[in-house]
């Protein structure tokens, strides 16, 4: 994996998030295995071009396992299966936020 562009989420929106995931989503979104790790935040939704960030908002992050360092995590899965992943994650988010 490339390393973290080094985002930084307001603590506002940190707080927001943890708060609604309540822990690792991606078993709540049908993901395979089991969530080990340190839960990350990550981005949802890709950037929009070379070189530009994503939305750092409540609707666009997700709590994720980082699998740790031998395991195979929820985060890392996401951003290497994003056009499986992403539409069921922004479902999550709808459903959550509404």
């Keep these: 994996m490339k390393p973290s562009r080094g985002t930084v989420i307001p603590a506002s929106v940190r707080a927001e998030v943890y708060a609604r995931d309540q822990g690792c989503v991606g078993p709540r979104v049908g993901m395979p295995g089991e969530c080990q790790g340190a839960i990350e935040l990550d981005h949802v939704r890709a950037s929009h071009g070379m070189g530009m ?13 980082s699998g740790g360092a031998t395991a195979y995590g929820h985060h890392r899965l996401k951003t290497e299966h994003g056009r499986t992943w992403r ?12």
């Design 87 to 98: 539409p069921l994650l922004l479902q999550y988010i709808e459903r959550r936020d509404s």
């Design 53 to 65: 960030k994503s939305q750092t908002t409540r609707d666009n992050l997700v709590s994720l396992c």
